[in-house]
């Protein structure tokens, strides 16, 4: 401190003699400049309130922070600074303080030790214009978000409720593999990526409000607007908006992404609205199957939260669950069919192992998951190295709070980096190798208790989606895997798929993957009824 004084006192001089020399006006420049950095480098280690130091990090510049270390990947960019500041850092992006941490003790830390305190969501511009934040996965932590996620854990992804959709996903995968062996049959290859969005999309929108809108045969007006705001939703939803990070710049909404917003919300609404208004006019007897508008509607009222669901809150955890529960799906089986075509030994495991368990006279079914062990370290492995959400959804903590040693403020944006965890060295050896055998042989699982592999996340926000996103994925991995031999279109060799990755909702494959399938088993098992006649 008495150097700072010093300096302090000197600069005061120079600065109140009347005739400067240009040394002088050098020494003045200087001496501020040296203050400045101290000043910042005084903020960045010590909180005023406490003796315990602020996680390290890079140096953050003035208004923009951290933020051009970002990058295209933020992931990629966050695990390379990790190996320079160590599993847990501060850093500034804009305004916003951010703390990101990258192993699986810190992970633990954050979403078990502190779960309570680190439960809440930073709001951002879109959220609030498109939600409310009435929805699930942007609401703070309290009464209404707990409401929420136990009306759909209770009735749309339990136990029960997976059971009786089973029919919809048997329906939609057999038409996956249909249209699939039609458009090879000659040998063409498919792009995986459109076919893999659109099952999802189907499966989900027949579950939510039992109809279908892609690869139908006829096209109306609303079929049309669900997908082009579909496609609008995931796009705005997945871009990261430099308004939330530099509040100055908010009114200039520089991306329109604000402008997007408030247009695409007002087309949901008007599209819900409708939806709602059918599904009240429908009125189902009590043993006709519910979908989960219906459950939506006739809430029963739990915790004594609310009477009837508003139309936000019906409108937000519909789009919620169409954003977090279609792309996700989609883009793991793709990264799945990728890997496997990059490990033919691994390819042939899966299938010597369906053939086993399954034979070759009928087609798989979900009965049949519990027996392929294979095929669940396979869908691990893939989780491992192509988590969909590889920062998970930004937490924030409602109050301050020390972890790993280090003060974290209160009201600090928290990425949970799983990226970087699922390539720990203390969890993993040769991490950036793809070997599902790392899974067969132990107990790990990805249901949020193993602190080293987090695609769900854990704690108060992990995903209430688990049980369908899994039974999802590994019951159309089998059926593809099942059903088809995988091969590149000519001229391809495995070894030359581009890997490169978009960040979004998901983490997409930057170029669809292209492949031809060829029937592995009878012809007649390739049939499926013709959707359309009956939805
Ligand atoms: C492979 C598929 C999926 C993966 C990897 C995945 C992963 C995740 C992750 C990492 C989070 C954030 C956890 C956190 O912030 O701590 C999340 C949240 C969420 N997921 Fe999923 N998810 C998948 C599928 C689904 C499905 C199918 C649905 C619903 C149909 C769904 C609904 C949600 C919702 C509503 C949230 C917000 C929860 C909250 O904020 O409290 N997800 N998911």
Not at 483 to 496: A, E, H, M, R, V
């Amino acid at each position: 401190m008495k150097y700072l004084q010093n300096m302090g006192s000197m600069f005061w001089l120079l600065f109140i003699s009347k005739r400067r020399e240009p040394a002088q006006l050098k020494i003045i420049a200087a001496t501020i400049a040296v203050l400045i950095f101290l000043h910042r480098l005084f903020k960045l280690f010590f909180h005023q309130h406490t003796k315990l130091k602020r996680a390290p990090g890079p140096f953050p510049w003035p208004v923009v922070g951290n933020l051009l270390i970002l990058g295209k990947l933020p992931h990629r960019a966050f695990y390379k600074l990790s190996k320079k500041y160590g599993d847990i850092m501060e850093l500034k992006l804009g305004s916003v303080l951010t703390i990101v941490v990258s192993s699986p003790e810190m992970a633990k830390q954050v979403l078990k030790v502190h779960d309570l305190i680190c439960a809440s969501r930073p709001e951002t511009i879109a959220s609030k214009i498109m939600f409310e934040q009435h929805d699930i996965a942007w609401a703070p932590y309290g009464d209404h978000l707990r409401h929420m996620r136990k009306l759909s854990t209770s009735e749309l992804f339990s136990l029960k409720s997976l059971e009786d959709s089973k029919n919809v996903r048997n329906e939609e995968l057999s038409w996956l593999v249909h249209g699939i062996f039609e458009h090879c049959k000659e040998g063409n290859p498919a792009n995986m990526q459109t076919s893999l969005f659109s099952t999802s999309m189907n499966v989900i929108s027949r579950l939510l409000f039992t109809k279908r809108y892609f690869n139908t045969m006829h096209s109306d007006e609303e079929s049309e607007e669900f997908k082009d705001l579909a496609t609008k939703i995931m796009n705005i939803s997945g871009v990261f908006n430099i308004s939330d990070y530099v509040p100055f710049l908010k009114p200039f909404d520089l991306q329109a992404i604000r402008l997007e917003c408030i247009q695409i919300n007002l087309r949901v609404d008007r599209f819900f609205h409708k939806i709602i208004q059918d599904h009240l006019k429908e009125k189902k007897k009590a043993n006709e199957s519910k979908d989960f508008l219906d459950v939506m509607l006739s809430d029963p009222s739990v915790d004594g939260v609310s009477d009837r669901l508003d139309e936000i809150t019906i409108k937000g955890v519909a789009i919620d669950i169409f954003v977090a529960g279609t792309d996700t799906i989609a883009t793991t089986v793709e990264w799945a069919l990728v890997e496997l075509i990059r490990h033919p030994n691994v390819i042939k495991k899966v299938q010597d192992e369906l053939d086993d368990v399954v034979g070759q006279e009928r087609v798989v079914d979900e009965n049949d998951i519990p027996q392929l062990k294979y095929l669940q370290a396979v869908v691990k492995e893939t989780f491992r190295l192509h988590a969909p959400g590889p920062l998970l959804i930004p937490h924030e903590n409602k109050e301050a709070c020390e972890i790993g040693g280090y003060h974290i403020p209160a009201k600090s944006q928290i990425f949970v980096n799983v990226w970087a965890v699922h390539r720990h060295p203390s969890a993993y050896e040769n991490p950036f190798h793809f070997n599902p055998e790392r899974f067969v042989e132990n107990l790990i699982d990805v249901k949020g208790v193993d602190f080293q592999l987090l695609p769900f996340g854990s704690g108060r926000r992990m995903c209430p989606g688990l049980n369908y996103a899994l039974l999802m994925v590994q019951i159309e991995m089998a059926k593809l895997l099942h059903s088809f031999t995988w091969t590149l279109p000519k001229g391809q060799n495995p070894q030359d798929i581009d890997m490169a990755e978009i960040f979004g909702v998901s983490i997409p494959k930057k170029i669809p993957l292209q492949v031809v399938a060829s029937a592995r088993l009878p012809l007649h098992l390739y049939a499926s009824k013709k959707l359309d006649a009956f939805i």
